[in-house]
């Protein structure tokens, strides 16, 4: 299988931007902790603060396969929230799965071409990442 390539590197961007919408969509529907979203001044990609100033960087390149890069955007995006969570003293789980409240977080994947949350343990839970139903 050959690697497909961006066109150019604002497609690249591009793509990048609409992932990162995405997981942050998630993250405002599901986490109490906001992030400060900055441009990463030392190479693509942006840094994830969190309010005690510790910063997390997040880029991925695109690689053709539908999804893949939302899930990647998603995976990292997670661990920063579950720094920040802990960091905040609340339970460091993020997203919650709904199917095991508490216990573990959703994890990020690529289902039919799909960036997708999924419960790790028998992915009965499935939700497409951009989706996840606000708890607030």
Not at 53 to 66: H, Q
């Amino acid at each position: 299988m050959s690697r497909i390539e961006p066109e150019s590197e604002s497609e690249s961007e591009s793509e990048f931007s609409e992932a990162l919408a995405a997981v942050l969509r998630d993250l405002r529907a599901q986490c109490s902790v906001r992030p400060e979203v900055r441009e990463d001044e030392d190479g693509p990609g942006v840094v994830v603060y969190a309010p005690e100033g510790s910063g997390w960087g997040v880029w991925a390149e695109p690689d053709g396969r539908p999804g893949v890069l939302t899930a990647e955007v998603a995976d990292q995006v997670q661990g920063w929230a579950v720094e920040a969570l802990w960091a905040a003293g609340e339970s460091a789980v993020w997203p919650s799965c709904p199917a095991h409240p508490n216990t573990h977080p959703l994890e990020a994947a690529v289902e039919k071409g799909t960036a997708v949350w999924c419960c790790p343990r028998g992915g009965a839970t499935t939700v497409p990442v951009g989706e996840l139903p606000s708890t607030k």
